[in-house]
């Protein structure tokens, strides 16, 4: 058994939904066999830090200075109250067998993204006795340079980290942002190995993977500008694509698609926020024409499984849709205490 001591680091952090997540992946793992890998998730914190050796420092003495007020429970993150909730959120998910009526790809097969890119490296191929995962967020993604850290999947090129994991001996580093993106989209029928276009908002950390790996998986890029500029990058291929077309679009900076933009498939959210109201109203929002954020992070989470924290319990993670539905029944269930 793993002892696993999970955290989520940057500022803001008090709206994260990655701690419902590990909590029910780690469940949905180990039950699924007798002979299962099993995952004990020791500690969950929300590390608050606008600095990197701070969420560092956090994996290595493993406790917080102060809790963080999470928005799921307005309680402070680690104490009681929040714990006993988690435990009703695992209780609950663990009676989903199937996804949400509606929700599931009928063929999720089409998904052939060839992922991670760098794989000449060599990953644990089990778990340790007691392993440090760790999420990164804003404003640390771009913090990391290290060579005592070992990076693949390309997050130093593009200087962009957003995913950790100490096993006892090192830190190992990816950015997995590009990857549930391009999970996400092909599991709605787009083709990126056959050229589709993703048309890009941004050049942040989360927009640069997002361009890197569409275009190292054969797609193109459409660069549509932001706040920081993409082809201010060697890796960039400037020239990836011309005009006004896209077959999805996403905006890394807001919310908004620029003026003569068609978008010929579907439009995804980059973020996420808190729903208010009933179980429907959280159906609705992950069944929207637009993809929700949970989607993404739903995607980037198992990414972080099968390519960093655990590649050898890669064909017993949950589905895509699976885990986006488990997530929905975990936030109406925080809702009802709330």
């Not at 680091?9 to 939904?17: E, I, T, Y």
């Not at 998730?41 to 007020?69: C, H, R």
């Not at 990816?174 to 083709?191: L, M, P, Q, W």
């Amino acid at each position: 058994m793993a002892d696993v001591f999970y955290g989520v680091a940057g500022h803001p952090v008090n709206h994260s939904l990655s701690p419902v997540l590990i909590n029910i992946v780690a469940q949905y793992v180990s039950s699924q066999s007798k002979t299962a890998p099993k995952f004990n998730l020791k500690q969950t914190d929300l590390v608050s830090a606008e600095f990197i050796q701070d969420a560092l420092a956090w994996g290595y003495v493993k406790s917080i200075p102060a809790p963080v007020n999470w928005d799921l429970t307005g309680a402070p993150f680690g104490k009681f109250r929040n714990k006993a909730l988690m435990q009703k959120v695992l209780e609950a998910t663990a009676d989903i067998t199937q996804s949400i009526d509606g929700l599931a790809n009928e063929m999720p097969s089409k998904i052939q993204a060839n992922l991670p890119f760098n794989l000449n490296i060599d990953l644990p191929t089990k778990s340790f006795t007691e392993e440090v995962w760790l999420n990164l967020t804003s404003p640390l993604k771009h913090q990391l340079k290290s060579p005592a850290v070992v990076d693949f999947n390309d997050s130093s090129l593009i200087e962009s980290v957003n995913a950790l994991r100490w096993d006892g001996f090192g830190w190992w580093s990816t950015n997995v942002d590009g990857s549930g993106v391009a999970r996400v989209a092909e599991y709605f029928g787009i083709d990126i190995a056959g050229g589709a276009t993703i048309g890009i908002v941004g050049g942040g950390g989360a927009a640069r993977s997002t361009a890197h790996t569409w275009q190292k998986l054969g797609g193109k890029v459409l660069n549509l500008g932001g706040k920081r500029d993409l082809t201010n990058y060697d890796w960039y291929e400037s020239n990836s694509v011309d005009g006004k077309v896209c077959d999805v679009f996403i905006n890394f900076d807001d919310d908004a698609i620029p003026s003569g933009i068609k978008v010929t498939g579907f439009v995804m959210s980059a973020t996420y926020q808190l729903i208010e109201g009933e179980h429907e109203d959280r159906v609705a929002a992950v069944k929207s024409e637009v993809i929700d954020g949970r989607w993404l992070l739903s995607a980037q989470h198992l990414e972080c499984w099968r390519q960093l924290w655990a590649p050898h319990v890669d064909g017993l993670l949950p589905s895509l849709d699976r885990l986006v539905s488990m997530l929905v029944t975990a936030e109406s269930v925080l809702a009802s205490y709330s």
